[in-house]
């Protein structure tokens, strides 16, 4: 058996272009999650609309550019927040130097990020299987950071009947998903019940994407 330390990051290709990187996030944390409470100050978590009419389970706020909206219209990118009708904040440095340095280690030079999702999922919630679509440069990768407890992401292919696999993702992990897996079917299993020391019963996503 092999046992790795949390803090060493540990590199697996699942699919081409489809990286996990374990504990990617972890090297400059403390900066991340002040940088982070500050997002979340100047743009408070929200619930968006489904297409459908219905609340998200989801929780939702973004920073840079554009920011991921979505309302009974449809879901797209938006430059400003549409609660206080201002810019979204502005990408923290430790947000834009983390997707970069992780997109790199994945094989993805010159990842220039211009959106940040934040999701905060709590016990009980998921996101079902979709694919990310609404960006307009394929060639630029996504990158996810998770963070709090831990979540099962599931990964298919080009078909949403691709039987996905699952990957475990915890506080610090990191998966970056391009090239041929950039519009693979992927989702969030229900978030088991679980603790956090610094982010409580909550899970915590960043999506950083080249979206405009
Ligand atoms: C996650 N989020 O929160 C994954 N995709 O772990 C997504 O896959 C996602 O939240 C497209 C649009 C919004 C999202
Ligand atoms: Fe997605």
Redesign the pocket.
């Known amino acids: 058996m092999q046992l790795f330390s949390a803090l060493e990051p540990a590199q697996q290709t699942f699919a081409s272009g489809l990286v996990y990187l374990r504990g990617f996030a972890l090297q400059d944390e403390q900066q991340l999650l002040d940088d982070l409470n500050k997002v979340i100050a100047a743009a408070p978590l929200r619930t968006m609309m489904t297409p459908m009419g219905y609340p998200m389970s989801?929780a939702?706020t973004s920073c840079g550019a554009l920011g991921?909206v979505g309302d009974t219209t449809g879901?797209g990118y938006s430059a400003v927040d549409p609660i206080s009708q201002l810019p979204w904040p502005t990408m923290p440095n430790s947000f834009i130097q983390l997707a970069q340095t992780a997109a790199s280690a994945a094989g993805f030079d010159d990842f220039l990020p211009d959106a940040c999702?934040i999701?905060q999922?709590q016990i009980g919630t998921k996101?079902g299987l979709?694919r990310?679509k609404?960006e307009r440069d394929f060639t630029q990768p996504i990158v996810?950071v998770?963070l709090g407890i831990p979540?099962r992401?599931q990964f298919g292919g080009n078909k949403r009947s691709d039987k996905p696999i699952q990957i475990l993702?915890s506080h610090g992990d990191v998966v970056v998903w391009g090239g041929a897996s950039r519009k693979f079917y992927?989702?969030?299993m229900t978030i088991q019940a679980n603790q956090h020391p610094k982010l409580s019963k909550t899970?915590i996503?960043l999506?950083f994407r080249k979206a405009g």
């Open positions: 989801v939702t991921w879901y999702l999701n999922y996101m979709h990310d609404d996810s998770s979540a992401f993702l992927h989702g969030v899970r996503n999506t």
